[in-house]
T-cell receptor, first 118, second 111 residues
């Protein structure tokens, strides 16, 4: 399977604990995105990388959130001191940094990690 | 502020009926994508449109990109229960480098 994978699929944690999620993008994709999605809403952009460089972080992103992509391949998203408001689906997506032959950018999503903070 | 506005927010129809969902913005996109998402899963890419006025068909689904590349529509003919899901549009522009999503249209098709 050469799609985007995420681990774990589900995480239940107690308020105040730290959690870390992993994303493995499509191997030839050099851009990697993290999103957060709550029920019935579209994905909300958190941050994205091109290779190992973090190019942008959402202004809405708390300092408790940090993401890394140390070797330009997989990425991790860590949430420190979790709060109940952090409960959501965390989605990872990957894409190429250049247009495809047809002139488009395309991103592909993983299955997501469902976080529940109790 | 939502850069991409999707309408309607929710749509419930009977099997066999047609439906159209809309994605509108004041911004120009270099390309726009449509996804379908089922509960507990990540969005699945359906189509990408690039050229203003472009129309793409995927079986019973017809996608159109506005001439000015600011809006798009998705039309489903003879909807089936398997079409149920959250339909998301996402646009990207060269100046952003990232994708902007709409809030989605929840479609429910009942037998």
């Amino acid at each position: 399977d050469t799609g985007v994978s995420q681990d774990p699929r589900h995480k239940i944690t107690k308020r105040g604990q730290n959690v870390t999620f992993r994303c493995d993008p499509i191997s030839e994709h050099n851009r990697l995105y993290w999103y957060r999605q709550t029920l019935g809403q579209g994905p909300e952009f958190l941050t994205y990388f091109q290779n190992e460089a973090q190019l942008e972080k959402s202004r809405l992103l708390s300092d408790r959130f940090s993401a890394e992509r140390p070797k330009g391949s997989f990425s991790t998203l860590e949430i420190q001191r979790t709060e109940q408001g952090d409960s959501a689906m965390y989605l990872c997506a990957s894409s190429l940094a250049v247009r495809l032959a047809g002139g488009s950018y395309e991103q592909y999503f993983g299955p997501g990690t469902r976080l529940t903070v109790t | 502020t939502q850069l991409l506005e999707q309408s309607p927010q929710f749509l419930s129809i009977q099997e066999g009926e047609n439906l159209t969902v809309y994605c509108n913005s004041s911004s120009v996109f270099s390309s726009l994508q449509w996804y379908r998402q089922e509960p507990g899963e990540g969005p699945v890419l359906l189509v990408t449109v690039v050229t203003g006025g472009e129309v793409k068909k995927l079986k019973r689904l017809t996608f159109q990109f506005g001439d000015a590349r600011k809006d798009s529509s998705l039309h489903i003919t003879a909807a089936q229960p398997g079409d149920t899901g959250l339909y998301l549009c996402a646009g990207v522009s060269d100046s952003w480098g990232k994708f902007q999503f709409g809030a989605g249209t929840q479609v429910v098709v009942t037998p």
